[in-house]
Structure formats: C-alpha cells, structure tokens
C-alpha cells in the first residue's frame, strides 16, 4: 500500500487495512477541521477535549 487512508489501521507486509479508528462521516468532519494546521495557541485551547473526537466535533459544531 503507498498511501494510508486517514485514520486508518494498517499491517503486515505487505501494509493492508485492518480498520478505520473512526466512521466516514467523523473522519470527513476531522479532516474539514484542519485541526493540524491550527496554530498551537488554538490547539492548546481545545486540549481538554482533544481526546474526545466526538466532543472536539460537537465544539465545532460538526456533530451531533
């Protein structure tokens, strides 16, 4: 495999896809975000939920 699909869990060798950590629809709202082109200062206000994808969305207004 050249490329990994965002949010995508590969292995083996030669690389497959195993699983999405995500649905489509929260990996096509997190890739909207751009979230990792934010500056740090906008990242570091957003930390408490950073571990919650659903959460950091629902902040956003992205889902439900």
């Avoid at 949010?7 to 096509?28: D, L, S, T």
Wanted: proline residues 11%; neutral net charge.
């Amino acid at each position: 495999m050249k490329d990994v699909p965002p949010y995508a869990i590969v292995g083996g060798n030669p690389a497959q896809i195993i699983k999405y950590r995500f649905p489509p629809e929260m990996i096509e709202a997190l890739l909207h975000l751009r979230w990792w082109d934010w500056p740090l200062e906008k990242i570091h206000g957003h930390l408490d939920v950073m571990n919650d994808p659903a959460a950091f969305l629902q902040r956003h207004g992205l889902w439900r």
